[in-house]
């Protein structure tokens, strides 16, 4: 593993391979930074009910020399992250706290701004890179998610139409989508976004899509998604809101940049079919274009 490799990143990558106790402390890093930044290795054993020898194991198994390397690198992820994004978020939320009203507006606005600038830190820009390289070289590319992944794939499709002929959302149902997939193979790439609960449909195709030789790709909100056991590509995007229903807001931004890298590579290919659409639009809206 790269030095570069956030925690969480790493976590997601190990995690399947992890034992059951790895698995718990792995749960409580992941999911108590700043605590396993500042507090000692005994109090966190007291709290998470989980050894020290078992977070020390865990150190050793996500790559770092010992524990005291992973505290480490806790400590400045953590310090990078408020860096990045607490005067913009936290100002934005203690103005509404001290205001005195609930603007739900301000704090759903502060959480996406919290969530955009933690993907822009925490993302390693090499591992994106191989990503979109991937996507680039694939043949074929099958987007598949579903429940309120299924609209944010048909979006990416949307964009990828425009220059990218042999890009294609998977339909909603199990027949569209086993029929799908059952084209999808070596050379071909299966992009899967998945959230909490992880629909079964969705971790299955990126199991069946590994399983037939495709290059899968995961977009998920946590290292315990079941689908990264499929991946080959893989990326964690925040996703905490206000709301009763997770944010999906840095998603589409993460989606929207690997659409822009794309385009990026295919170079004047991609602008003459993207000229070429436009002019086709433009026609059946009655326009023209100049």
């Excluded at 399947?16 to 992941?30: I, K, N, W, Y």
């Excluded at 005067?87 to 955009?116: M, P, W």
């Excluded at 086993?178 to 071909?188: F, Q």
Aim: hydrophobic share 45%; with cysteine; charged share 20%.
């Amino acid at each position: 593993m790269q030095d570069s490799h956030s925690i969480e990143d790493r976590i997601a990558q190990a995690y399947p391979a992890l034992s059951g106790q790895l698995q718990a402390a792995a749960d409580f890093v992941a999911g108590n930074r700043v605590d396993v930044a500042t507090r000692s290795l005994r109090t966190l054993a007291s709290s998470s009910g989980v050894s020290p020898a078992t977070f020390s194991r865990l150190a050793r198994a996500l790559g770092y020399d010992d524990y005291e390397t992973l505290r480490e690198a806790s400590r400045q992820d953590v310090s990078a992250r408020q860096m990045s994004f607490a005067e913009r978020a936290g100002r934005l939320q203690a103005e509404a706290r001290s205001a005195g009203s609930a603007d739900f507006l301000t704090r759903q606005a502060g959480a996406c701004i919290q969530n955009i600038t933690e993907l822009a830190t925490a993302t390693d820009r090499t591992r994106l890179d191989a990503l979109v390289d991937s996507l680039h070289r694939a043949r074929k590319v099958l987007l598949v998610g579903s429940l309120g992944s299924a609209g944010i794939m048909e979006y990416f499709s949307y964009m990828a139409g425009w220059f990218a002929p042999d890009w294609t959302a998977a339909g909603r149902n199990g027949t569209t989508l086993g029929s799908s997939l059952s084209r999808m193979g070596k050379g071909d790439a299966v992009f899967v976004l998945s959230k909490a609960p992880y629909a079964a449909r969705s971790v299955r195709a990126a199991e069946l899509a590994r399983a037939q030789g495709a290059t899968v790709v995961v977009v998920t909100d946590s290292h315990v998604c079941p689908a990264l056991r499929s991946a080959d590509h893989s990326v964690i995007v925040p996703t905490e809101s206000p709301q009763f229903f997770s944010s999906y807001t840095a998603t589409l931004v993460l989606l929207e940049a690997i659409m822009g890298m794309l385009v990026a590579l295919s170079g004047e290919a991609a602008q003459a079919r993207i000229t070429r659409a436009e002019t086709l639009v433009a026609r059946l809206e009655g326009q023209e274009y100049e």
